[in-house]
């Protein structure tokens, strides 16, 4: 793929958690919001926590707009069924003058296809 997305963790200590939020933020998330967006990179804002059947984490996703340097801050929620895993996001910030397109995921509980 000649434009390959890139995603990084810069402080934290190398965890392997069980789902992949920077490359759902920057291959899912960035794709369905900001369609235009060629590539971005992302990093953990506040490491995943499990309560219950659920797991929460923030992670910040930053991208070239058009006529500046974009950022968005994102809430991930996992939640863990009999019939497998659901995710829903919601946008906490974004820099882009453009405003994000509704993705399902930011409407309710979607399933989570690994």
């Known amino acids: 793929m000649k434009n390959t997305l890139f995603a990084f963790l810069l402080v934290l200590p190398v965890h392997a958690y069980a789902f992949d939020y920077l490359k759902f933020a920057v291959e899912d998330t960035l794709k ?14 506040v490491s995943p926590s499990k309560q219950g059947d659920k797991e929460t984490a923030r992670v910040k996703i930053f991208y070239k707009g058009m006529l500046k340097a974009n ?31 509704k993705c399902n995921y930011f409407s309710g509980w979607q399933e989570l296809k690994e």
């Open 32 to 45: 369905c919001a900001h369609p235009t967006v060629k590539e971005g990179k992302a990093e953990i804002a």
């Open 71 to 101: 950022s968005m801050l994102v809430e991930y929620a996992i939640m863990t069924t009999s019939s497998g895993n659901l995710i829903q996001a919601k946008v906490l910030e974004d820099t882009s003058s453009i405003p994000a397109k």
